[in-house]
């Protein structure tokens, strides 16, 4: 454990058995994004014409985003997560398109945070709450208050970054995840529509703050 830093930066093997009887061997991934310095400008041209994300991240967005990259070296693609205050607020993985992955890790969001409320006031899960107001064991007011929490705060979405192992084929993923509240996307880049992700962010109110990471983070 002591020596675990040293092979931060060490490719391995990576062996797998397959349902077929085959194999599979893959280089592991090696995470080139570890700092602020390491973060790309968010820039794309498109028919002779430069567009650039208004809003650089802060400093907070920053750390969410490094924390963010780290966390998606080991989720399964495709994948989205939401991150704030340096931990995951919730992941969609294992999609097949972008803005789907992005609206799984939405009602995620919804759902454990609906979870964590009705622990916190109630000391049960949200799903054992909604069926003992079903059956009349509890009032449906205390149902109905952490309903109105969950939709007043986004799922805890409000101020998230949202960090994405790969580039955004269309801006409707974007979009989706600007309508819950992130202020702040991570993305590799390198779409021929980049430029549509970068004015969604640019058109809204106010500006999202985006970076390039350069590099996939691709796992299966």
């Known amino acids: 454990i ?3 830093a040293e092979y931060a930066d060490r490719r391995f093997g990576d062996f797998k058995a397959l349902m077929d009887g085959g194999w599979s061997l893959q280089q592991s991934l090696l995470n080139r994004v570890r ?5 790309k400008p968010a820039v794309a041209y498109h028919k002779g ?11 907070r967005e920053v750390e ?15 994948s ?14 294992g999609e097949q398109d972008r ?8 009602f995620k969001a919804y759902t454990k945070y609906a979870d ?13 709450l909604e069926e003992e107001v079903r059956e009349g064991r509890r009032p449906a007011s205390q149902k109905e208050e952490i309903d109105e929490r969950v939709r007043e705060d986004r799922g805890g979405l409000k101020g998230a970054v949202m960090v994405s192992d790969g580039f955004f084929p269309f801006r409707d993923g ?4 600007i309508r819950e509240g992130i202020t702040a996307i991570l993305q590799p880049g390198g779409s021929e529509r980049d430029h549509e992700s970068i004015l969604a962010c640019n058109e809204a109110s106010p500006p999202v703050a985006m970076a390039f990471t350069g590099q996939r983070a691709f796992r299966h």
């Open 2 to 4: 002591d020596r675990l």
């Open 35 to 39: 700092s602020k310095g390491d973060l």
């Open 49 to 59: 014409v430069e567009y650039r994300i208004a809003r650089e991240p802060t400093e």
């Open 64 to 78: 969410d985003m490094i924390f963010g990259w780290a966390v998606e070296q080991g989720v399964t693609s495709n």
């Open 80 to 93: 989205v997560i939401f991150v704030k205050d340096r931990s995951t607020v919730a992941i969609g993985t």
């Open 99 to 106: 803005v789907g992955v992005v609206e799984i890790a939405i």
């Open 116 to 128: 964590r409320l009705a622990f916190t006031s109630y000391g049960v899960p949200y799903k054992t």
């Open 174 to 177: 974007v979009d989706v995840a």
